[in-house]
């Protein structure tokens, strides 16, 4: 276990965060917003690897895991540097988030983790709750400026909820308050949907993909997958038994790939256009496709809200995504 990861704060900045005074503070800076008056002194986040001493009122955040940054944006929060999981260009922010940025952030890396870059942009606070959860580079970070990485007990990469990113997150920036607020929200609507769907409940369902000509499933664990159990439906076993752990998707042969087959079957592209599952003889002979229970999510802006798994992206493919799903089990 990796317990404080204080050594890169100033020695003053240090101070305050162990006060741990209650003192009221009109807070955000440049960020806008106010912080809770709880964190008005600075505040000690548990992650995955321990315990992380984050300073009040952080001005300079680099959101470097997957919807870190749309979730700090929720937050009132403006990053200095974003990364841009989904491959969306400009601001890395995808049209289904409502806010926007004064100042476009630094786009760093997803993948490849440049330190360089990140520590040029002299952060004061590191984000990093969705990711591959590897603790060297954790360290790394960690050298730079405190780093908040996945809640503890995620198990698996980039396996953090919506509900736990948008928690950890607010604890981070002060702003408890308005992360309870969004996570309540999101739940509420959630909610509306699931009794307005009754369909999906005891129905199984296979989420796939198709990237570079491989078949992938995912399994619980998996933001996606989570989001449709969520909703009362239930990950197929054909799938769910072939997970590995840690992981959380699978590779499918043409040999298996029926396990696809579900009550609904949902699949999206990654990198192409739709008619790679559409005009591809295998998945169109799933008992699933013939009987026009498989969902494709050609749009990419929908695939990408659905895969965002934050705030924003849920609320959008609680929208926009849920009606497709409902369709065929209504029929």
Known sequence: MHISRSAVLPAAALALALTFTACSSDG???NGGSADSAEAAGVVVTDMFGDVEVPANPQRVVALGWSDAETALALGVQPVGASDW???GGNGLGPWVEESYDTDPTILGTYDVDMESIAALAPDLILWTRSTNDEAVYDDLS????TVAAPPGTDIAY???WADQTEIVAQALGRVEQGTQLIDDTQSLLADTVAANPE?????????TLYSGQIGAYVRGDTRVDFLESLGLTNTPTIQNLAEPGKFNIELSEENIAALDADLTVMFPIGTGPEVITDNPSIQGLPSARDGR???LGDQN?????????????RYALENAVPLFATPLKS
């Open 28 to 30: 955000g800076g440049s």
């Open 86 to 88: 989904l491959g969306v």
């Open 143 to 146: 050298e730079i400026a405190p």
């Open 159 to 161: 396996g953090t909820t």
């Open 200 to 208: 999906f409940a005891d129905k199984t369902v296979a989420v796939g």
């Open 294 to 296: 498989l969902v494709v």
């Open 302 to 314: 929908l695939s990408n809200a659905f895969s965002a798994a934050s705030v924003a992206g849920t």
